[in-house]
């Protein structure tokens, strides 16, 4: 990883951010914690960075928001999330198939049910691998790690 291509810090808009269940809010901080511990971040001709951003949810749109370590403002993309919906529906019930077996059954029907959920994980990454394209390179275990912040916000809805 660059030093300079890269994300330090990652913040979730608290006006965007419903309270998830203990294994939703572990889940989000984990994301945070080891997005910001491993990431490939560039953005195409700026030679900038490292970088913050802040996600945000307005009017069913993902603010991307970007700025340099210091604070000043780079770029904001608005993505539409309607080529996440299917992932977004498919991944919350899988989820909530996930953590209910957790407590209750066997470890190979555990995995079972994690390998569909990592499976929509993956889609859900490559999907935001492209849509990023051409505005922010990002590796694929970025933008997996992205799509659990996107689904966190998804959660208030």
Not at 6 to 29: F, K, M, N, P, Y
Not at 35 to 49: C, I, K, M, S, Y
């Amino acid at each position: 990883m660059s030093e300079s291509h890269c994300l330090i810090s990652v913040t979730l808009d608290e006006a965007s951010l419903g309270r998830g269940g203990a294994d939703q809010e572990h889940e989000r901080a984990v994301a945070i914690y080891d997005l910001v511990e491993r990431n490939h971040f560039a953005l195409p001709g700026f030679d900038g960075g490292p970088y913050t951003a802040h996600l945000a949810m307005v009017e069913r749109r993902l603010v991307f928001e970007v700025k340099q370590a210091d604070g000043a403002p780079v770029i904001t993309h608005h993505l539409s999330l309607t080529p996440f919906k299917r992932i977004i529906k498919d991944y919350e019930m899988v989820c909530d198939s996930y953590y209910g077996a957790i407590r209750t059954s066997t470890p190979s029907q555990i995995e079972a049910i994690d390998m569909g959920r990592r499976g929509l994980h993956d889609e859900a990454a490559h999907i935001l691998v492209e849509r990023l394209s051409g505005k922010v390179e990002i590796d694929h275990d970025t933008a997996r790690r992205l799509f659990t912040l996107i689904y966190a916000l998804h959660w208030k809805g």
